[in-house]
C-alpha cells in the first residue's frame, strides 16, 4: 500500500510534466526527458504516469496533440500540412492517419462537418476508438445513482491558467457566497458545484467558460437577478477526488480515460459537475474533497 506522501508526492510529478507536456505539443518530446523531469526512470516513470493518469504518456500525448489539431482546424483558415506542422507531425500522411484513429474521419471532414461551439461543447477528453490497453493499476469504481433534477443558483467563472480554472474559481465563489449572504440565502444552500459546460482546448485559455453555483432546494420562487438553472435528473457515475484541488484534473483523467471505456456506459447530454466539500483549495494530506460526477444514461 501506497503511503499518502508517496501518492502526493507521484501526483506532484505527474502534474509537473503535464504541464510541461501541454506546452510542448508543437515541439518533439522525447520520453527520457519527461522521466527526468518527473526524477525517475522511464520504466518508472511509465508506470505512475498510467496509474495516475489513466492513459500512458505516449496516448496523453497524441491525444492532446490530436484535440489541438482540432481546434487549429476550426478556428485558424489553415492548411492541414500547417496543421500537422503546429503538432509536430512531419508529414501530412502520418498526422491524418493519427487524426482518423482519433476522430474517425479525416482533417477535412472534421472541418467540414463541425462547428467550434460543438467541439467546445464535448464535455469529456476524446478517447482513441482502437484497442483497449490495460492500466496497470485499476481505476477507482465510482458509485451509480438516479439523482433527481438539480436546482443550482451560479455565477459565470471564465478563463484557465495551466489548464486549470483554479486561478479564476476562488474569485468566482467569493462573489458567490457573498451574494448568498447578501440575500440571506445561507439557509436554503445545500452544497456548491462547478458545472462545465463546455472545455479548454487551449491550455491557457482565457475564453473557456464554467460556472460556480450553489445547490437551492426546489421552491418554486425566483432569485431575481442571479442566473438559476435546474441540472436535469438521470443517472451519473460519482468518483471521489481525494487531496488537493491541483490534482483533479487527475482524477476527471482516470474517469473518462480509464473507467469509462470498460465501463460499457454512454455519456447523457449533461454537463459534468464538481460538488465540493470545501472550496478552499488545500495541499496538505489526503482527504475528500470533492464528488466528480460524469452523465451517463
Sequence with gaps: MRSTDTIIDHRERILRVTNHLNR???????????????????????????????????QYIIRKRMERAGFNLLKHDWSVTDVAFSVSYETPSSFCKSFKNTFRISPRQFRDTTSEKEYYKSHHPFRFFGKEHKCSRPVSMPAIKYLPPIKVICVQNKGTKDGSFLATAPASFRQLEKEIVRRNLEDRVHGQVSIYPYRSLTFDDKQVVNYVGAIVDSKN??????????????????????????????????????????????????????????TRVHTGSLQLQAYLMIPIC
Excluded at 24 to 41: G, M, P, T, V, Y
Aim: hydrophobic content about 35%; charged content about 20%.
Design 221 to 278: 420562487e425566483s432569485f431575481s437577478g442571479m442566473k438559476c438553472t435546474t441540472l436535469p435528473s438521470g443517472r451519473y457515475a460519482i468518483f471521489n477526488h481525494f487531496g488537493s484541488y491541483r490534482f483533479i484534473v487527475q482524477t476527471w483523467n482516470q474517469a473518462y480515460m480509464n473507467w469509462l471505456p470498460k465501463s460499457g456506459k454512454q455519456l447523457r447530454d449533461a454537463p459534468p459537475l464538481e460538488i465540493h466539500m470545501s
Design 24 to 58: 510542448q505539443l508543437d515541439k518533439k518530446i522525447r520520453l527520457d526527458q519527461l522521466a527526468k523531469l518527473a526524477c525517475c526512470s522511464p520504466f518508472h516513470f511509465i508506470r505512475v504516469f498510467e496509474s495516475i493518469m489513466g492513459e500512458t504518456p505516449q
